[in-house]
C-alpha cells in the first residue's frame, strides 16, 4: 500500500508527460489570498489572462476558460457545435483520440475513425500508434463525402500516449484541397506551451488546451480557442449544453468575469506562467523543448531501444515513448525505477500498456533535471536485467555539452 505521508529527502522526479513540474514561481502565486470573484481585482485579473492565453494560441479570436480538466474541454468542443447524430471524422494516432472518439460517441454522434494502415515490425498491434495524421486520408474520404454530412474532422496534435506529433496546417490544406465545409477541431492539450502552434494561421476552428502540461500548471483548468466559424455553428448545434455553452461565458469574458465561480488560484497561476513564457518568447520556449527532446532521444537510441515514433519528423517535443523489448513488461520497469529512485514515468496506454514507457521533457525542467530521470531509467533498465547497448546518459550529455542551449533574447510579447 502507497503511504500517503511518506515523503523521502529530496525532490519526486516528475518525468510523465503531465501534469508536468510547476515552477515555484507559480506554486508561490497559487498561495495570494483567494479574491471576490465578482470584484474589481478580480475583474482585472480575467482580462489579463484572457488577452494573454489568445497569444499562445496565436488567435485574435475568444478563448474559453474551464474549471475542468481537458477532457471537459473536448465534451465542450463538441457540445458547442454538433447536433445530436452528427458525423464526425476522427483520426486514430494513439490513446486520447481514441479516447475523444469514444466520448463522441457516447454524446449521441457518429463518429467514422481514420487511421494509418501501417505495418510494423516492433508494434505489430500498434503500428498505427506510432504515426502521425496522414492528411491525404482525411482529402480522399472528404472528397467522397459529395453530400458535405462530415460536420468536423477531429485530430490530436501531440499524442500525448505515443509522442508523436500531427501536421495541422497539412490537416487544415487537406480539408480546403476538398473543397469540404467540415470543422477543423484540435486537441492541443499537450501541445500547447511546448510545441508550435497556431491556430488563427492553421485554420483551426476549435482548439481543445488544457493546464498540466506545456503551461507548467497543476491540472484543474482546460481551454477551447474558437474560430468565427466555430461561433457561427454553435447558432445551430442542437446538442444539450449549459455548464460548457460558450455564449453565456464569452459574454460575461467581455468585462473578465465568468457566469459561475472561476478557479481563482489557478487563473493567479495561469497569469504567472504566462508572464514566464511570453516574456522568454513562444519560439524560444518551443527550441527548448526540441532539444530536450533531441538530447532524450539520443539516450534512447544510445540505449539500443525503439523510440515509438517511427517517423522523425513528427518526434514530439513534449515527451519521448520507449519500446521494451519482447518480454519485458514496461509496469514493472516503471514500478521499480519509481521504488527504487523516486522517478514517476508514464506508463503504456490502452494497446500500449506494459509495452513501453513514457519520458516526460516538459515543464520546470533543465538539461540536469532530465540527466537525473536518465540516470533513474538507465539504473532500472540495467536492474531489470535489459540488455542496452550503451549509455544513454552519457550520449544525452555528450548532446546536451555540444548543443548549448540558444541565448535567450528576453523580450516582452
Ligand atoms: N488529450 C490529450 C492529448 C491528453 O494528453 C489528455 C490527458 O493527458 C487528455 C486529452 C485528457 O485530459 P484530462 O486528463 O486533463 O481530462
Not at 501541445?191 to 491540472?219: C, F, I, N, T
Not at 518526434?315 to 521504488?339: C, E, F, K, N
Amino acid at each position: 500500500m502507497v503511504e500517503l505521508d511518506f515523503h523521502p529527502s529530496g525532490k519526486h522526479f516528475l518525468q510523465i508527460p503531465g501534469p508536468s513540474p510547476v515552477p515555484e514561481r507559480v506554486l508561490r502565486a497559487m498561495s495570494l489570498p483567494t479574491i471576490d470573484h465578482r470584484g474589481p481585482e478580480f475583474g482585472a485579473l480575467g482580462r489579463k489572462v484572457l488577452a494573454d492565453i489568445r497569444k499562445v494560441f496565436k488567435t485574435s479570436h475568444p478563448v474559453v476558460i474551464y474549471p475542468a480538466s481537458g477532457t471537459g474541454a473536448w465534451e465542450a468542443a463538441l457540445s458547442n457545435t454538433m447536433s445530436p447524430g452528427d458525423q464526425l471524422l476522427m483520426y486514430e494516432t494513439g490513446h486520447f483520440a481514441a479516447l475523444w472518439t469514444k466520448m463522441a460517441r457516447r454524446l449521441g454522434l457518429q463518429p467514422e475513425i481514420l487511421a494509418t494502415n501501417a505495418a510494423d515490425d516492433q508494434l505489430p498491434q500498434a503500428g498505427a500508434w506510432r504515426r502521425g495524421v496522414d492528411a491525404e486520408l482525411i482529402e480522399q474520404r472528404l472528397r467522397k463525402d459529395t453530400a458535405h454530412n462530415i460536420r468536423a474532422v477531429c485530430v490530436v496534435h501531440n499524442e500525448t500516449s505515443t509522442g508523436v506529433t500531427s501536421d495541422i496546417a497539412a490537416v487544415r490544406r487537406a480539408i480546403d484541397m476538398a473543397g469540404h465545409p467540415a470543422l477543423l477541431m484540435v486537441d492541443t492539450i499537450s501541445g500547447l506551451g511546448s510545441a508550435d502552434y497556431r491556430h488563427d494561421e492553421w485554420g483551426v476552428d476549435v482548439s481543445v488546451g488544457g493546464s498540466q502540461k506545456g503551461l507548467m500548471l497543476p491540472p484543474g483548468i482546460s481551454f477551447n480557442a474558437v474560430s468565427p466559424r466555430a461561433l457561427e455553428a454553435m447558432k445551430t448545434a442542437a446538442l444539450p449544453r449549459a455548464f460548457w455553452a460558450w455564449d453565456e461565458i464569452i459574454a460575461m469574458n467581455q468585462n473578465g468575469y465568468w457566469p459561475y465561480t472561476p478557479n481563482t488560484n489557478l487563473l493567479y497561476a495561469l497569469s504567472e506562467t504566462l508572464d514566464m513564457l511570453l516574456t522568454e518568447g513562444l519560439d524560444n520556449v518551443f527550441a527548448r523543448h526540441m532539444r530536450w527532446g533531441a538530447g532524450v532521444r539520443a539516450a534512447v537510441n544510445a540505449w539500443g531501444l525503439p523510440i515509438q515514433c517511427a517517423d522523425p519528423r513528427r518526434y514530439s517535443p513534449v515527451l519521448t515513448g520507449v519500446i521494451m523489448p519482447t518480454g519485458v513488461d514496461a509496469d514493472a520497469l516503471r514500478h521499480l525505477i519509481h521504488q527504487r529512485f523516486d522517478l514517476s514515468l508514464g506508463m503504456g496506454l490502452g494497446k500500449l500498456k506494459g509495452r513501453m514507457f513514457r519520458i516526460g521533457h516538459l515543464g520546470d525542467s533543465n538539461d540536469l533535471t532530465l540527466l537525473a530521470a536518465l540516470a533513474g531509467c538507465e539504473m532500472g533498465l540495467k536492474l531489470a536485467g535489459v540488455a542496452l547497448a550503451g549509455s544513454g546518459v552519457q550520449a544525452a550529455m555528450d548532446y546536451f555539452a555540444a548543443h548549448a542551449a540558444p541565448k535567450v533574447e528576453r523580450r516582452a510579447a
